[in-house]
């Protein structure tokens, strides 16, 4: 078993060098422009350059989605601020790519992300839903 795990995470770290390798140099050693406006496309406004998460909110804006998340459930923070609102930059982040099954996936990606102790399972699709949008409207309205 130690043996298949070791040659899993060998395989994986030389599948991820490989991805990085890719040029995007022109005949001239120039960037592509070409490779450069393909990797840009669908890249939200505010994100950072690997067109991940949005710009940390600002104080207002974190009040205003951990109210937003209050009112839907106060259990959903539960006493840990700072992890809402990483959760809300890592669902940001899932707006920013083609998840097959669209909205409905993003649902149960939500409610999976945010659980609880007293949720350990996430709060239920009603819920992943408000927070979903608690999210792209106040920690990422341009994505």
């Not at 991805?19 to 140099?25: A, D, L, M, Y």
């Not at 350059?49 to 804006?61: C, H, L, S, W, Y």
């Not at 700072?82 to 099954?101: E, M």
């Amino acid at each position: 078993m130690r043996q298949c795990t070791s040659a899993a995470v060998i395989t994986a770290a030389a599948l991820l060098t490989l991805t990085g390798c890719g040029s995007q140099s022109g005949t001239d050693g120039q960037p592509d422009p070409e490779a450069t406006a393909v990797e840009s496309v669908g890249q939200a406004p505010g994100a950072d350059a690997a067109g991940i998460f949005p710009d940390p909110p600002t104080p207002e804006e974190r009040q205003a989605y951990l109210d937003a998340l209050a009112a839907i459930d106060p259990d959903i923070v539960h006493g840990k601020e700072d992890k809402a609102v990483s959760r809300g930059r890592s669902t940001c982040q899932t707006l920013t790519t083609d998840v097959p099954g669209g909205r409905e996936a993003l649902i149960d990606m939500t409610n999976t992300r945010f659980t609880s102790p007293a949720h350990p399972g996430g709060h239920g699709r009603a819920t992943a839903a408000q927070i979903l949008d608690a999210a792209h409207t106040h920690l990422c309205p341009d994505f």
